[in-house]
């Protein structure tokens, strides 16, 4: 899986292991790459139960897990959209869907991380208890990479 920035200049590959929804991917997403720090992007890092929860700590009481950041599929780029225009529900990667429907762009799945104006909240909890999710990585991807991604994305 690749993830890549409303910079337009970051992105990071990951390998998905034990993650049943994207109410799971999403605050891993949020514990792996937001923050401040050149390596990091602006938003909210999520409570440590929330991280444990969703990978392989326990579930009981966990906290609410929250996030400011619209997640959308590598198709809300196409004809030559930008970064601004990801807050539209067609490319919405929505929490109540799965990874696997996740677009897959030349072979791997494409998770834009763009700005938005609403906080959204869940619960802190992983739907099965004995499947530990787990991000390995983040691997940073070269700017050029990413350019390069990005153009042939509008270009589609």
């Known amino acids: 899986m690749a993830c890549l920035s409303r910079s337009a200049t970051r992105g990071f590959r990951f390998h ?7 109410f799971q991917l999403h ?10 720090g ?14 444990a929860a969703m990978s392989n700590g326990s579930t009981d009481g966990a906290p609410s897990a929250r996030s400011d950041w619209p997640l959308a599929s590598w198709t809300g780029l196409r ?8 807050d539209r529900k ?11 429907d996740i677009e897959l762009f030349e072979g791997t799945r494409v998770v834009l991380i763009g ?18 999710g787990r991000l390995d990585g983040p691997e940073l991807l070269a700017p050029a990479v990413v350019g ?5 994305m509008r270009a589609s």
Do not use: K, Y
Request: proline share 7%; aromatic share 6%; charged share 20%.
């Open 115 to 132: 700005e938005s104006t609403i906080q959204r909240s869940w619960n802190g909890q992983r739907v099965f208890r004995g499947m530990n």
């Open 90 to 100: 067609d490319s919405w990667i929505w929490n109540e869907c799965v990874p696997a």
């Open 16 to 22: 998905m292991h034990g993650i049943a929804d994207n």
């Open 79 to 86: 004809g030559g959209a930008d970064f601004t225009q990801l």
């Open 148 to 152: 390069s991604m990005l153009d042939r």
């Open 38 to 51: 050149p390596q990091r992007i602006r938003g909210s890092v999520p409570p440590g139960e929330v991280t």
């Open 27 to 36: 605050p891993l997403l949020l514990h792996a790459l937001a923050g401040d």
